[in-house]
């Protein structure tokens, strides 16, 4: 192997090891060498190695707070002038009062989607007993405001994820990628599926008390593995992307079984296949895709909401869009590396289901 390509695959291990305890990386960049050594990779024209630039996950960053964040307009009414009105309605009254307070005027984000919910199902209950002719204007006032309040409930949604700290932790890249024996993380994974119902329920279905939403932004504030997906699926894609052209490279340049039968150096891939492949990179592969498929679908969901803002939708689509986006090129870096081992142990009659395969599948690798 020549200097410059040791190095570099040096650098991959070396980058892997910067952060300590990031076995996903270091799977990746170990299977990377091992296939490179297999496939004689310093013969190949034009294949250099390049060790994944951690720096690329910088294209996955949230835009500014501002820009996600829109103006909610103050409604017309009130509600303070509402208070002495509403007597006959204690809940509505304490909903009233619990805004005006210090504390009500400080609500962050999230606490204000559950707050203007409650308000609003306090107005449907109050409205009924005022059924007196003398209550007439204040059923209309009511009314007036429930109408509005219920109008603004996307934009109040979109601000209570916007400007939330648990969101953006959630969707913040990290450094390390997924672990290997990376927990469950169903809890954060519902409760991102559940803010996507949510959103596309809106304005029909209020939204839920602070009771119930609170642990859903908890789940994404205590999840590291939104960041770490991100991480993962990055890397992979580089890595899957540069073991594919190798591959591929080397079935162009130097097929390892020229003449279609087995060769030693196709039995060597085999067992590159078998034991590294598929026996370790492959089982972690299909961990991200699992936790991808749930993770995408919810940001997919989100960003056909109503009234999201412009740069928060295209955020959403760098990361989980159907063409160009961060999941569509691991699926297509996944797809790419299987074509390219299929093609390479084709054309040795060692892939599963040749003659082959039974013979030769369990021989010790490299």
Same mark, same amino acid.
């Given at each position: 192997?020549?200097?410059a390509r040791c190095l570099a695959l040096l650098a991959c291990l070396a980058l892997c090891a910067c952060t300590p305890g990031d076995d996903g990386l270091a799977l990746q960049a170990d299977y990377l060498q091992r296939l490179d050594r297999a496939l004689d990779g310093e013969a190949l024209d034009g294949i250099e190695i390049?060790?994944?630039?951690?720096?690329? !996950?910088?294209?996955?960053?949230?835009?500014?707070?501002?820009? #996600?964040?829109?103006?909610?307009?103050?409604?017309?009414?009130?509600?303070?002038?509402? !208070?002495?009105?509403? #007597?006959?309605?204690?809940?509505?009254?304490?909903?009233?009062?619990?805004?005006?307070?210090?504390?009500?005027?400080?609500?962050v984000p999230s606490r204000r989607l559950a707050y203007e919910g409650d308000l609003l199902r306090a107005i449907e209950a109050c409205l009924p007993r005022l059924a007196k002719e003398r209550d007439q204007?204040?059923?209309?006032?009511?009314?007036?405001? =429930?109408?509005?309040? #219920? @109008?603004?409930?996307? @934009?109040?949604?979109w601000n209570a994820l916007n400007g939330s700290a648990e969101v953006e932790r959630y969707l913040r890249f990290a450094e390390q990628a997924l672990p290997l024996d990376a927990p469950e993380d169903n809890a954060a994974l519902d409760a991102l599926a559940q803010? =996507?119902?949510?959103?596309?329920?809106?304005?029909?279905?209020?939204?839920?008390?602070?009771?119930?939403?609170?642990? !859903?932004?908890?789940?994404?504030?205590?999840?590291?593995?939104?960041?770490?997906?991100?991480?993962?699926?990055?890397?992979?894609?580089?890595? !899957?992307?540069?073991?594919?052209?190798?591959?591929?490279? +080397?079935?162009?340049? #130097?097929? =390892?079984?020229?003449?279609?039968?087995?060769?030693? +150096?196709?039995?060597?891939?085999?067992?590159?296949?078998?034991?590294?492949? *598929?026996?370790?990179?492959?089982?972690?592969? *299909?961990?991200?895709?699992? +936790?991808?498929?749930?993770?995408?679908?919810?940001?997919?969901?989100?960003?056909?909401?109503?009234e999201i803002p412009p740069t928060m939708g295209d955020y959403l689509g760098s990361l989980a869009g159907t063409e160009a986006s961060l999941w569509a090129d691991f699926q297509r870096a996944t797809a790419r590396h299987v074509r390219a081992w299929q093609t390479t142990l084709k054309s040795c009659g060692l892939a599963?289901?040749?003659?082959?395969w039974e013979s030769d599948a369990l021989r010790d690798g490299q």
């Open positions: 192997m020549t200097i390049l060790a994944f630039d951690k720096t690329q !996950l910088t294209r996955y960053r949230m835009p500014p707070r501002r820009e #996600r964040l829109q103006p909610i307009a103050e409604v017309r009414i009130g509600l303070l002038d509402l !208070l002495i009105d509403v #007597r006959r309605c204690p809940e509505l009254q304490q909903q009233i009062s619990q805004r005006n307070s210090i504390l009500g005027k400080q609500l204007e204040l059923r209309a006032t009511l009314g007036e405001l =429930a109408v509005e309040k #219920r @109008r603004q409930l996307p @934009r109040v949604f803010l =996507a119902d949510l959103a596309h329920a809106l304005p029909q279905r209020l939204p839920p008390p602070a009771s119930e939403l609170d642990p !859903l932004f908890f789940a994404l504030h205590t999840s590291p593995q939104g960041g770490q997906l991100i991480a993962s699926l990055a890397s992979l894609s580089h890595n !899957l992307n540069q073991g594919s052209e190798l591959l591929e490279s +080397r079935q162009r340049q #130097r097929p =390892a079984c020229p003449l279609g039968q087995a060769t030693p +150096r196709g039995r060597i891939l085999q067992n590159i296949f078998v034991k590294y492949y *598929a026996g370790a990179v492959q089982p972690y592969l *299909a961990e991200v895709d699992q +936790r991808g498929q749930g993770w995408s679908r919810s940001l997919r969901q989100l960003a056909a909401a109503e599963p289901g040749q003659a082959g």
